[in-house]
């Protein structure tokens, strides 16, 4: 039985219908032998069983020899090929049978003889045909040995030389009783090597293989002794052994035909439900077999391809057959190939091909054709994607390259725009055939100076600061593989993107530079004021924020403590506070400039007088106000002295004058009186004006 519990070669069917198919063919032929033998005689029974059995073997060993090839279980091919040969003996024992008067030998010695002979095989070959389960069976060579062994026990019993079984009048000799157990033990061993290896067989061949041994173990126990050839004993063992024939007959037709033929309908079924067109093709092309896809696909009925190119009915007919991909190789190749093929239908079909070789379809070859026009679209276009992507990919590249020149610190603009003008054209589809130019204030850049565009070239203009203005032109130098687009949508974008990288770059070298320059002006503008010979701070209300030296001497403190404290801390004179109070809130009011002095008393004890010029200003982003400290104590002393000075020498001149003036009065006392009077009445006039 097979996997599911049925039986294979009769359909189906369960265990009853299984054994009265097995038993009724057989009880059947042995009704026939025995209706005859009772009526006719027991030597009519005995050549009708033999030549039956004789038949059986025949036939079973001409299937095993003409149905090799369609089975890899060898063991049920060596049985019948045996009792194939056996049946040699077997007529040689129906021929010599005592009663049969065909030849000159006939008795019961010479036809035991045969029987134990032909016995003696069958048993051996059921523990041999075990060994080809897991081996390769050389038919000729097994062929050839039972010929030789044949040959040599018609040889043996013919001249006299087989040691006797049989004696008239007292029956079986103890040789051939020893031999007949021998055969039981040979076939019970074979038996069980026959269940050892019961995975290599399905269960109905099981089952009739031990049905047959177990039928030749009964015959060959009620042969075993006996002392008439006629009597029942040799009827029980006849009778058995077409039985035993039989279900070898009917092992061998399920193990090399039916479950073959079987395996052939379903491989058969499933060949036409392959879903890809699938064809048996010559080397020349020509359909031999073809399943229902590929009828499908051409549609028309399958059998109506065999006969037909393959080539000019699944291939491109356009191209000749020399040159087709798939049918130029078929004469040379000895391997598996595939090729992929373009049809003259604009549809795609993928060729999958493998040699076979065989009786049927010798030099043959298995062709699945599968239809990849979707999935060659889809190819197409991710090809066409990624080409895309690899455009997108070298814009990204030059960008990025272009964006990483931008980031150095030492760049000038000359140099970043010589960089970008070489890194443009690679962005591009072709850029061996470009060139790109950079025309701005700060010169002209190319990446090919000597080129001349020849066509209308790619171009962006932008301002920088909203002043410089910059020209990008980027175009062919050579003419373009394909003239249906010189420029993607995209490249045009690139340069929307290379031109906000330009001025953005642009501007940050040109606002370094400003602060370069700005740091510089500092420094030298800071060691000036650190050199300055006036003193100067910047504050707000709370505290000082810078103090030069000058003004650290100017006020005799440390630059460290005045930094931690106000102008009013510094002062300690009351109305001098008020006073700088006073003048901050004009400051606070809206005064731009404003200058006051006020008296400072030192920690060394000296009082110094200061005068202060305050501005305001803007200090790390804050409203603040800078102040310019001068020590005017020399100065107001030198003032006070020219003053005292200025007083002495106008009570000098005063007396001077007078003494003329006493003088001249003293001369002329009219005309002394008169300018007296009128010197009086001028400063009058000029006391009122004033």
Request: proline share 4%; hydrophobic share 45%; aromatic share 12%.
């Amino acid at each position: 039985m097979d996997d599911l519990g049925k039986v294979a070669y009769f359909g189906n069917t369960t265990w009853l219908p299984l054994a009265l198919k097995a038993f009724l063919p057989p009880a059947f032929l042995s009704m026939i032998c025995i209706i005859i033998g009772h009526y006719v005689g027991f030597l009519a029974f005995h050549t009708l069983a033999e030549l039956i059995a004789i038949i059986i073997s025949l036939i079973a060993m001409t299937v095993a020899v003409t149905s090799t090839r369609f089975t890899k279980n060898q063991f049920v091919v060596v049985i019948s090929l045996t009792i194939g040969w056996c049946a040699c003996l077997d007529i040689a024992h129906v021929l010599v049978y005592k009663g049969m008067s065909l030849i000159p030998l006939t008795g019961g010695n010479e036809s035991t003889q045969f029987w134990i002979s032909a016995r003696f095989i069958q048993a051996l070959s059921f523990v041999a045909a075990t060994y080809f389960f897991r081996h390769a069976l050389r038919v000729w060579l097994l062929n050839l040995t039972l010929l030789t062994l044949i040959s040599l026990i018609l040889i043996a019993v013919f001249s006299g030389y087989f040691p006797q079984t049989f004696i008239d009048g007292y029956g079986v000799t103890p040789f051939k009783t020893y031999s007949e157990w021998v055969i039981i033990l040979v076939l019970c061993f074979a038996w069980l090597l026959l269940w050892k290896n019961r995975d290599f067989l399905t269960k109905t061949s099981l089952f009739y293989l031990s049905m047959s041994i177990l039928t030749m173990i009964i015959t060959e126990i009620s042969l075993s002794h006996y002392t008439n050839l006629f009597g029942i004993e040799n009827g029980i063992g006849h009778t058995l052994r077409i039985f035993s024939y039989w279900f070898i007959y009917v092992a061998l037709v399920i193990q090399t035909l039916t479950n073959p033929f079987n395996l052939l309908a379903q491989a058969a079924n499933t060949y036409d439900h392959i879903p890809d067109a699938t064809l048996i093709v010559q080397t020349d092309s020509c359909i031999r077999q073809a399943n229902y896809a590929a009828g499908l696909m051409r549609t028309m009925p399958a059998e109506k391809l065999v006969g037909q190119s393959s080539h000019a009915l699944f291939h491109n007919k356009g191209i000749p057959q020399s040159c087709c991909p798939v049918c130029s190789q078929l004469p040379n190749a000895k391997i598996p190939f595939n090729a992929e093929i373009e049809t003259d239908g604009g549809f795609w079909v993928e060729c999958s091909l493998s040699p076979i070789h065989s009786d049927f379809f010798p030099d043959a070859w298995v062709q699945v054709i599968r239809d990849i026009t979707p999935r060659k679209q889809l190819e197409l276009e991710q090809n066409h994607l990624t080409h895309v992507l690899g455009e997108r990919l070298k814009e990204l590249k030059c960008l990025y390259r272009i964006s990483e020149y931008s980031g150095h610190k030492t760049i000038n603009i000359e140099e970043f725009f010589a960089e970008t003008a070489r890194q443009l054209p690679l962005a591009f589809q072709f850029p061996e055939l470009m060139v790109a130019n950079i025309e701005s204030i700060w010169g002209k850049f190319s990446s090919n100076s000597d080129a001349v565009f020849i066509s209308e070239p790619l171009t962006k203009e932008f301002l920088i600061d909203s002043k410089s203005s910059v020209r990008i032109e980027v175009g062919y130098i050579y003419p373009p593989p394909s003239s249906s687009s010189l420029f993607l949508p995209e490249e045009a974008t690139l340069l929307d993107s290379v031109s906000t990288i330009l001025a953005s770059t642009v501007e940050r070298i040109l606002y370094v530079q400003q602060i370069t320059m700005s740091r510089a002006s500092e420094k030298y503008f800071q060691a000036f004021i650190e050199k300055a010979g006036i003193g100067i701070y910047v504050r707000n209300k709370e505290k000082f924020l810078y103090v030069n030296p000058r003004f650290c001497e100017i006020v005799g403190k440390s630059k460290e403590s005045l930094l931690t404290i106000g102008l009013l801390d510094l002062v300690k004179d009351q109305p001098a506070q008020e006073f700088i109070l006073k003048n901050w809130t004009l400051l606070d009011q809206g005064e731009p400039n404003l200058s006051y002095t006020f008296p400072y008393l030192r920690e060394d004890g000296m009082t110094i007088t200061l005068r202060v010029d305050v501005t305001a200003i803007s200090w790390e982003g804050n409203f603040q106000y800078l102040s310019l400290v001068q020590d005017i104590t020399e100065i107001q002393k030198a003032r006070e002295k020219i003053e005292d000075y200025v007083a002495r020498l106008e009570k000098a001149i005063k007396g001077t004058f007078r003494a003329v003036s006493n003088m001249v009065e003293f001369r002329d006392p009219y005309t002394a009186g008169h300018e007296y009077r009128v010197g009086l009445i001028a400063k009058a006039i000029g006391q009122e004006l004033d």
